[in-house]
């Protein structure tokens, strides 16, 4: 693609000994909404960083906005970024903060004032807020004050480092859909860097899942819930089924053979299996909705035999944890009922399609 | 169980004695003794309780006094500018930009410190010397003997001054813009600020509590200075404490010296109730209520 917003190739970063990115490459489109997730150390906010220009690669090189970023200081960069601890100005008024950027950019106080007011009002903050000062505020008051201060000069980058971190549950759900909302009104490409995954799927087009250093898969938030590239990214989010088969191709489709699972027909498509698998053996992952209870009688693609072991009742949803043969423990979710289907100790019969199958490395 | 931390807890009451004891024994007496002593008169060498403003329309009418009150002033301001102005740049480089030679660097300056400052001042007299290492080093560049003849001046003083306050500053400033979040100077880089607006916008207003506190320090030492003006001013400009000393002991006219002592002290609480309502003030606005 031609309108690429950000465009890194090999980035390395060494801090001493520390080698914190391995040669990493990512482009973010313009307007895209990409997530960087990853445990802590995974290299996702030096990433982010040199992105910003606090911090200089060790080696490889970095286009933003078709220009090479090499020796260019961070206040010169058309990103802006929004600071895991928000780093407003304490000493500062809101709207001295919200207007800094274009102060610094030698904006007339008029266009100032309009700006600031514009951005007040997208932020849903009020008016009485202007000549507050930042310790003033609630911490979702405070959030929304440093979005506005790194929109204000509608920047085309906006960089996020984990700023819903420090709010609670209900308040972080809520800001979640204003920033998404945000994102479909301003045109800005976001890169949103997380260590929740969840948070990652629901707000990005496309996520960047990392692990020490590395890039271990790219792709739209149903690639990396339903294809991931291997356990690590699989088990990154919520609970799922990943049981040990053995591989071999036949023509386009792989035939697997997983003592478990009793198939019709144990073929998956090309699509069914990520590049990562090379090996014979490998990993079929089965994601625990996909799974479900048999009537007596019917009949699936997919067979899983067992009894059930523990269940929860989690509102919304019920988990049940079924032991199958030999041993292995699969969950599976169902939408939640009134009346529960089954009690610890039933015999069960487990059913899934063979398009809902995914084979990875293991 | 909550400890009750009120002025009537019997405890607190009894824990603090001691140290009200020793403060009004060894502060308030001797403060109030001093007062009433300015009231008095001397004849002979003999103190004479009469009770009049004698002493005080003395020490503001006779040029002689006043004028070195003034000085006294002038000088303390002088030196808490320069060393506020030196400090700055000293203190900015030692937290941002030699964070690995700090710690030796620190230790330098503490050193330096806490070398007897006697020592430290009649260093300074053998290094600007009409004959010292100074005027040597020049004339070994040519620029002919004795080139600097500032020995026994009031600049040699402002030197001694300087030198022996700057770690107040030093310390004073460099803590507070070690304790400012470096997050904040990039939030500046970022929204587009060069290295000179961030620290005029976010690093200097920030560390202004330092910045005033140590010159506030500096200032009220500096009403005090004895050794500079002594040593490396030679006498030839005496400041207050010298003028104090000169009273109580040469002349022994103790009235006199009790009346300028509480001048010098008024001046340091003057200042001092100013730079406090003035750091007051900046905290309210900011809406930290202390």
């Not at chain 1, 045109?187 to 590395?214: K, P, Q, W, Y």
């Not at chain 1, 003592?259 to 590049?275: G, W």
């Not at chain 2, 740049?89 to 007897?116: E, G, K, M, S």
């Not at chain 2, 400012?180 to 970022?190: C, P, S």
Request: with cysteine; proline share 5%; charged share 15%.
């Amino acid at each position: 693609m031609s309108d690429q917003i950000i465009e890194a190739r090999g980035i390395q970063k060494f801090y001493g000994q520390y080698h914190a990115l391995k040669a990493v490459s990512l482009s973010v489109g313009a307007g895209e909404f990409l997530a960087l997730v990853g445990p802590s150390g995974c290299g996702k906010t030096s990433l982010l960083k040199i992105l910003a220009g606090f911090e200089a690669p060790s080696d490889g090189s970095l286009r933003i906005a078709g220009q090479d970023m090499t020796g260019v200081p961070a206040s010169a960069r058309p990103t802006r970024m929004v600071f895991q601890k928000l780093a407003l100005f304490p000493h500062k008024t809101v709207a001295e903060n919200i207007g800094f950027p274009l102060m610094l950019a030698g904006k007339s106080v008029a266009e100032i004032r309009a700006s600031v007011g514009a951005m007040l009002e997208m932020m849903h903050l009020k008016e009485s807020y202007l000549n507050r000062y930042p310790n003033q505020l609630s911490g979702g008051e405070q959030q929304r004050v440093a979005l506005a201060r790194a929109l204000v000069s509608k920047p085309p980058v906006l960089l996020l480092d984990e700023p819903m971190s420090a709010l609670d549950a209900k308040l972080r759900k809520s800001l979640q859909a204003e920033l998404k909302h945000l994102h479909r009104n301003m045109g800005t490409s976001f890169v949103h860097v997380t260590h929740d995954l969840e948070e990652a799927m629901m707000l990005a087009d496309r996520i960047c899942v990392m692990r020490a250093g590395e890039v271990v898969q790219v792709g739209t938030p149903a690639d990396i819930y339903y294809r991931p590239a291997d356990a690590f990214v699989a088990g990154f989010i919520g609970e799922t089924n990943l049981l040990p088969a053995t591989f071999t191709r036949s023509g386009n489709a792989v035939r697997f053979d997983c003592p478990q699972l009793r198939c019709t027909h144990p073929l998956l498509a090309a699509t069914q299996v990520s590049e990562t698998l090379t090996d014979r053996s490998g990993l079929l992952m089965i994601r625990p909705e996909l799974l479900r209870i048999l009537e007596p009688g019917e009949s699936a693609d997919c067979l899983i035999s067992g009894r059930v072991s523990e269940f929860f009742v989690r509102g919304g949803s019920l988990q049940y944890r079924v032991t199958g043969e030999g041993d292995t423990t699969l969950i599976l979710d169902l939408p939640g009922t009134m009346a529960l289907p089954l009690g610890v100790g039933d015999p069960v019969r487990l059913g899934c399609g063979t398009a809902d199958l995914f084979a990875m490395r293991g | 169980m909550a400890v009750e931390k009120s002025w009537r807890d019997k405890a607190l009451q009894l824990s603090t004695l001691p140290l009200l004891v020793v403060f009004g024994t060894f502060f308030l007496v001797p403060l109030v003794m001093t007062a009433v002593l300015s009231f008095q008169g001397t004849q002979y060498y003999r103190l004479v309780w009469n009770w009049d403003l004698q002493i005080w329309s003395d020490v503001f009418s006779q040029r002689h006094y006043w004028s070195i009150m003034l000085r006294t002033l002038g000088m303390a301001c002088v030196a808490t500018f320069l060393c506020v102005a030196f400090a700055l740049p000293v203190a900015y480089a030692l937290v941002n930009r030699l964070q690995d030679w700090a710690d030796h660097i620190t230790l330098l300056i503490v050193f330096a410190f806490l070398t007897d400052a006697v020592l430290k001042t009649f260093g300074w007299v053998l290094f600007l010397d009409r004959t010292g290492v100074l005027n040597g080093v020049l004339e070994a560049l040519g620029m002919g003997k004795a080139a600097t003849d500032i020995l026994f001046t009031p600049y040699a003083t402002m030197i001694g001054m300087v030198y022996n306050l700057l770690p107040y500053t030093i310390f004073t400033i460099a803590l507070s813009m070690a304790r400012l979040d470096r997050d904040l100077v990039l939030a500046a880089y970022d929204a587009g600020a060069s290295r000179w607006r961030a620290l005029r916008e976010v690093t200097l207003p920030l560390a202004m509590p330092g910045i005033v506190a140590g010159g506030v320090l500096v200032f009220v030492l500096s009403l005090g200075v004895f050794l500079e003006p002594k040593v490396m001013g030679g006498g030839t400009s005496p400041m207050a404490a010298e003028l104090i000393r000169q009273s109580f002991e040469t002349r022994v006219n103790w009235p006199l010296g009790a009346a300028l002592t509480l001048v010098v002290i008024v001046i340091g609480a003057i200042s001092l109730a100013a730079f406090g309502g003035l750091a007051l003030r900046a905290s309210r606005k900011r809406g930290t209520q202390a």
